[in-house]
């Protein structure tokens, strides 16, 4: 019995070791967003990354492995007419290297179709080499097809550079809490 309740704390405090819940600021563009996502060593790892609640107001909520990712980077995405807007934030102290050529916009629907996005015209493209610590890029990829809605998509998968690839995972937001209730009044 007491072997059972050494095992139990154990397990208890690894998790809540493990887990880790965070808040967002918010801001006026982000409340039409359909996507949100942070760094992660690896997409296989996106399962453990889970939105919590979004609200106009307060941001995202989400819990995550700090061992496995880094909400220091983060981004977000919209459907608007053709295209998907990806906006990437570097709260981070390191650059991440990015370039046309090796950057690469991955889209998983829910019924695990891949869909690799094209970025478009190189002119329209972020012209810098890396996203600086402080900084905010905006990118530009074109819709895998026309009737494409956030319901379809299970997460999207950004990869800058080359040598020292950063991953950011984006998943689908949940409808705002604070539109739900002004819609219900």
Known sequence: MKTIRILLIL?????LIGCVTTKTPTARYRTASHFYGIKMKSSSYAD?????????????????LPSKMDSNVSAFGKISGSIIKITVTNKSNNPIPTNYFSDTFTLITTDNKTYYLEKGDILEYPNQNYINPGSTVYYKVKKPFGDLRKEHVSK???????????SIVLVPLPYPDDLNKTVNK
């Not at 397990?11 to 998790?15: A, E």
């Not at 453990?48 to 995550?64: N, P």
């Open 11 to 15: 397990v208890l405090i690894s998790f």
């Open 48 to 64: 453990r990354f889970t939105i919590e609640r979004y609200s106009i107001s307060k941001g995202v909520s989400f819990s995550y």
């Open 156 to 166: 999207i998968v950004c990869d800058f550079g080359v040598i020292s690839k950063t």
